[in-house]
């Protein structure tokens, strides 16, 4: 069974640019949620979306939102980009009714 | 919200058991805690999960008092292959907030 996959791996942003990042849950996995990984912060909670629909949000401005779509894929939108959000994105599974979390290798994300 | 807490670094000798313990007072009534581990460069990895008591599986066993505001991760006989970073995952609640939240994580190193 394949795992989660996010894309791209890496990316090079600068200042002001947006950024969508995608993720691909494993299959049959219909939640979805979005971390953002920095030496500073650790490992923060972003979005969780559950059959398209946002289920809970993490404290981050409104620049980064997110969506879900009908197979279970999901995307992250960074807006007006900034040197801090320069982090690792993490993206995890899960089935429904666990927090049992599949996560993903990760997007890492320079802004410049 | 609260945030959970968990010892910075810990060291350890291989052969040795190892005990890391998460503190979170605000952690949601009917969420389970989880716990991870993440090398350099990877996604984290799913270890052990649990609601209350004792759980135990073939790579760890976890602890939970009655209360639920912390838990322990017991590592028996560690390999220097389990030089990670570990983290706690909780639902955390406020009002009618609920938040993933991740422990700050604890930085094992195991020594030969």
């Known amino acids: 069974k394949a795992g989660v996959t996010q894309t791209p791996r890496y990316l090079i942003k600068t200042r002001g640019q947006q950024v969508t990042l995608s993720c691909s849950p494993i299959?049959?996995?219909?939640?979805v949620s979005w971390y953002q990984q920095t030496p500073g912060q650790g490992l923060q909670f972003l979005f969780e979306?559950?059959?398209?629909?946002?289920?809970n949000k993490g404290n981050f401005p409104g620049r980064f939102s997110g969506r879900q779509f009908s197979n279970s894929r999901s995307e992250m939108n960074v807006s007006t980009l900034e040197l801090g959000d320069s982090a690792l994105y993490l993206c995890?599974?899960?089935?429904?009714?666990?927090?049992?979390?599949?996560f993903g290798q990760g997007t890492r994300l320079t802004v410049v | 919200l609260a945030k959970t807490t968990q010892p910075i670094s810990m060291d350890s000798y291989e052969g040795q058991e190892v005990n890391i313990t998460c503190s979170h007072n605000?952690?949601?009534?009917?969420?389970?805690i989880t716990w991870y581990q993440q090398f350099p460069s990877q996604g984290p990895r799913f270890i052990i999960q649990?609601?209350?008591t004792k759980v135990t599986n073939e790579v760890a066993s976890l602890f939970i008092p009655a209360d639920r505001k912390s838990s322990t991760l017991s590592l028996p006989r560690v390999s220097l292959s389990d030089t990670a970073v570990y983290y706690c995952?909780?639902?955390?609640?406020?009002?009618?907030?609920?938040?993933?939240?991740f422990g700050s994580g604890t930085q094992l190193t195991v020594l030969p």
């Open positions: 649990g609601y209350k």
């Open positions: 979306y559950f059959s398209e629909t946002q289920r």
């Open positions: 995952l909780v639902a955390m609640t406020s009002g009618s907030a609920r938040q993933l939240t």
């Open positions: 605000n952690i949601a009534t009917n969420d389970y």
């Open positions: 995890a599974s899960s089935a429904q009714g666990t927090t049992e979390a599949f």
């Open positions: 299959s049959g996995h219909r939640s």
